[in-house]
Structures are given as C-alpha cells and as structure tokens.
Antibody
Framework: QVQLVQSGAEVKKPGASVKVSCQAS????????VNWVRQAPGQGLEWMGW????????NYAQTFQGRVTMTTDSSTSTAYMELRSLTSDDTAVYYC??????????????WGQGTLVTVSS | DIQMTQSPSSLSASLGDRVTITCRAS??????LAWYRQKPGKVPELLIY???NLESGVPSRFSGSGSGTDFTLTISSLQPEDVATYYC?????????FGGGTKVDIK
C-alpha cells in the first residue's frame, strides 16, 4: 500500500533552518510528484510547492520563494523540504503528499502523517 | 493569482441531513478542482477530483458538481464520521490554492 512517512517533530530557534523528510513506499517513486502543504495551528491548508520526482523540476509558492528548497533522492524514494530563516509564523504541521500526476503540480491523493515544526526562542 | 472562496465557513446539521458546501474560483479553472476532508487531528484525505470524480474508497454519499468558477460538494446524508473541515483546491496551474475551509459539525 502507498505510504508516506515523514521525519519527526522539530523545535527550532528563529533564524534557523529545518529540513523535513518524506519517505515513500508502495509505488514507483519517480512516477508521481510531491506536494508540500503546511497548516499553522488552528488554520487552513497552505500549498508550499511541488517537485517532480522524475525531472526534479520545482514550483514554489510565491510566499516561500527564496526561502524554501525541495529536493528528492530517488535511490531512497525520499523527498525533502528545507525552509530557512524561520520565524514564529512558520510554526505549523508540514505535510508531504503524493501528486496524482507525472509531470505537473496536481491534486494530492496520498498524504504523509505530518511533521510539527515549532519555532520558538 | 486565482483566489478560492468557500462558503459557509462553518455549519451545523443533523444526522441524515443533506449538506452542501460551495467553492468559488476568482477565474475559470475548468474542472480542475479537488475536495478534501480533514477530520479533527487527522491528515487530510482526498474525496473528489476533477470536480465530479469520487476517489476510490470514498463513500457514495459524497458528490461533487460544477465547472468554471462555481463548485459544490454535497453530502447526501450526514454521518457522525463526517464531522470535519472540508477544503477545496484548484489545480489547473500553480499556485495550487486551497479554499479557506468549511467546518461541519452535528447539531
């Protein structure tokens, strides 16, 4: 069965960086892209960006341009999302999700369990 | 960027009631709309894609309609497990904006 398993919760200080991993199993990793979505406490869902696991093309939401980097390692079927220059506004649960498409940003059909990132001094 | 507006932001209904949630896009997105359900404290799950297609395994009481700018998610008979927040998302092109969510609970 399709599974996306994310890395554990993180606590970071303002100004630091965080890198969240998302290991996929149960399907051919390079046939589906990955979306990253975050959810601040008590708030809605916010799309952060997408990466193609085949071409390694990316498309980042304007809000995160210059501060986020999404990468993949096909040898371990793992996607990564690094967010830099953290502030308290980045405190959120970060989700990876499989994209139901080969080569374009698209809707998500399977989601990871989420990774809580807390930014606090 | 295209904005996605959901209404209402919350609603209360009785078990067995028909529930309708609306999502409006600020520009034409054709049929490129998905609906998700997020139960309290849980991960979002895909319900509907391409505006009208039911994801495999999703109960048939869920249905989607619409195209262009106006879309609807309908629950034909509200069940206890449908207490959740529902989100629409456009995916015609990036950014893949979500609506603000509609919180559904039992009256």
């Amino acid at each position: 069965q399709v599974q996306l398993v994310q890395s554990g919760a993180e606590v970071k200080k303002p100004g630091a960086s965080v890198k969240v991993s998302c290991q996929a199993s149960g399907y051919i990793f390079t046939k589906f892209g990955v979306n990253w979505v975050r959810q601040a406490p008590g708030q809605g869902l916010e799309w952060m960006g997408w990466i193609s696991t085949y071409s390694v093309n990316t498309n980042y939401a304007q809000t995160f341009q210059g501060r986020v980097t999404m990468t993949t390692d096909s040898s371990t079927s793992t996607a990564y999302m690094e967010l830099r220059s953290l502030t308290s506004d980045d405190t959120a649960v970060y989700y990876c999700a499989r994209v139901a498409s080969y080569g374009d940003p698209y809707y998500s059909d399977y989601w990871g369990q989420g990774t809580l990132v807390t930014v606090s001094s | 960027d295209i904005q996605m507006t959901q209404s209402p932001s919350s609603l209360s209904a009785s078990l067995g009631d028909r529930v309708t949630i609306t999502c409006r896009a600020s520009q034409d997105i054709s049929y490129y709309l998905a609906w998700y359900r997020q139960k309290p404290g849980k991960v979002p799950e895909l319900l509907i894609y391409a505006a009208v297609n039911l994801e495999s395994g999703v109960p048939s009481r869920f249905s989607g309609s619409g195209s262009g700018t106006d879309f609807t998610l309908t629950i034909s008979s509200l069940q206890p497990e449908d207490v959740a927040t529902y989100y629409c998302q456009k995916y015609d092109s990036a950014p893949l904006t979500f609506g603000g969510g509609t919180k559904v609970d039992i009256k």
